[in-house]
């Protein structure tokens, strides 16, 4: 599967923006989704997960109850809301995806993904 990542942009503190990622050349539903994001000098990190059936999220805890990941197997997309930014969540976000049989398997660990978009950048300025 083919992952493309758009959306980002700049924002000033407390703004909201979404990204979004769209899959191709694979079956979307068979595929847990996620989000990670990468600061400058830091490490990849989780953000939040989705299973393939949606019905099972989580979060990374920086990001909990501002942001929200929602997916639409229908039209191969998941999206990310990002709701009250602040500076720490500028970033390049990256979305990844990892073929699954049960409905509602996710991971908060990026070694489980095998597919992986590029990412777009958030910068969030106070």
């Known amino acids: 599967v083919q992952l493309q990542a758009s959306g980002g942009g700049s924002v000033q503190v407390g703004g909201s923006l979404r990204l979004s990622c769209a899959a191709s050349g694979g079956t979307f539903n068979m595929y847990t989704m996620a989000w990670f994001r990468q600061a400058p000098g830091k490490e990849r990190e989780f953000v939040a997960t989705?299973?393939?059936?949606?019905?099972?999220?989580k979060y990374a805890d920086p990001v909990k109850g501002r942001f929200t990941i929602s997916r639409d197997n229908t039209k191969k997309k998941v999206d990310l809301q990002m709701n009250s930014l602040k500076p720490e969540d500028t970033a390049i976000y990256s979305c990844?995806?990892?073929?699954?049989?049960?409905?509602?398997?996710?991971?908060?660990?990026?070694?489980?993904?095998?597919?992986w978009g590029q990412g777009t950048l958030v910068t969030v300025s106070s």
């Open positions: 990844a995806a990892y073929p699954v049989a049960s409905l509602r398997s996710v991971s908060i660990q990026r070694e489980s993904y095998y597919y």
């Open positions: 989705i299973s393939r059936s949606g019905g099972i999220l």
